[in-house]
């Protein structure tokens, strides 16, 4: 039996070869590197798995010491936050660029690659490509799929959430 993070690396994989088929097919495709956009405008606090967690405080763990208090500094200010839209407490809003992109939750993988047409979970440019009715230049895919196969990956929280019940809020060299 496989465990959850054999499931997670097998669907992280899935996604990779869907994100690399669509920018190989369109070269015009707007989520790449550098393009920061819906990081700057979360509708909600992400949230994740057990295993997804465990993956992104790998990353949070070997963050270096003055960078992860402005990680801790940005999730205590985003979990209170009633204003929308949000920004990520993982984006260096300066280099626009995530702190942790290789330990990123699924989600931020496939935002902008699998979206839910009856859920308008895209960003602003694709949904203006949408509204004129360029929908040929748009990829759908089945972000629902995606959705069944984290079912299985333990409990799903907020990223706050997460965050303030299981790091320590301490440096990391101060951490175990």
């Known amino acids: 039996m496989e465990n959850g993070e054999d499931t997670l690396a097998q669907l992280d994989h899935a996604i990779e070869m869907r994100v690399s088929a669509i920018r190989a097919g369109h070269p015009d495709w707007l989520c790449r590197m550098g393009c920061d956009g819906c990081c700057r405008r979360l509708a909600e606090i992400p949230t994740l798995t057990a295993v997804e967690w465990q993956r992104m405080k790998t990353g949070l763990d070997g963050l270096p010491a003055s960078v992860f208090a402005t990680v801790r500094q940005n999730i205590s200010a985003l979990a209170v936050e009633t204003d929308r839209p949000l920004v990520c407490p993982l984006l260096d809003q300066d280099a626009g660029a995530c702190m942790v992109y290789e330990h990123r939750p699924t989600a931020c993988r496939t935002y902008g690659f699998y979206v839910q047409r009856d859920k308008g979970l895209y960003c602003k440019a694709i949904e203006a490509r949408v509204a004129d009715g360029d929908w040929n230049t748009v990829v759908w895919g089945n972000q629902d799929s995606i959705d069944r196969r984290l ?13 303030t019940t299981v790091v320590t809020l301490a440096a990391p060299n101060d951490r175990g």
């Open 151 to 163: 079912a299985g990956l333990g409990d799903t929280k907020a990223l706050t959430e997460w965050f």
